[in-house]
């Protein structure tokens, strides 16, 4: 774990996430992101890592397997248009993965994903999510 990133504090369970955790196994943790796209969730590799290239393959195939799961799920769940997805690090440098669910009502549609579209989630779509997730992977 990485002093002061914010990614190592959530999976330490010493940064809290609106949603909680919905999906964690030995090598990733599944959370919501900030909800300015509906249903937004993050996928982050458990060992402090900066870069998709300093992956064992053991734990690519694991990590590229558990987001493809998750993405399908959160497609059942929340039916979007397209769903995007992103991994940056710009902000975060630890490994993280972006699922971004697009309607044609974002007020960003056909754009990247921006944080002015204005979107939030109920408890019962948060509870859906997690439920797709737990019942795709197993």
Not at 26 to 43: A, D, S, W
Not at 58 to 72: G, L, S, V
Not at 86 to 96: E, K, R, S
Request: glycine share 6%; net charge positive; aromatic share 10%.
């Amino acid at each position: 774990m990485q002093k002061n990133c914010k990614y190592c504090e959530i999976i330490k369970g010493k940064r809290k996430r609106k949603g909680g955790i919905i999906f964690e196994n030995e090598y990733i943790i599944v959370f919501l992101g900030n909800q300015h796209h509906k249903g937004h969730t993050i996928g982050a590799v458990k060992r402090h890592i900066e870069d998709v290239l300093d992956l064992s393959k053991k734990e690519r195939d694991i990590f590229f397997d558990t987001m493809i799961k998750i993405a399908k799920a959160i497609k059942k769940a929340m039916k979007p248009d397209k769903l995007n997805y992103a991994l940056f690090g710009n902000w975060v440098p630890h490994l993280h993965w972006h699922i971004y669910p697009r309607y044609k009502t974002d007020a960003d549609w056909g754009e990247p994903p921006t944080f002015e579209n204005n979107s939030s989630i109920s408890e019962r779509e948060m509870k859906k999510i997690a439920e797709a997730i737990k019942k795709e992977i197993e």
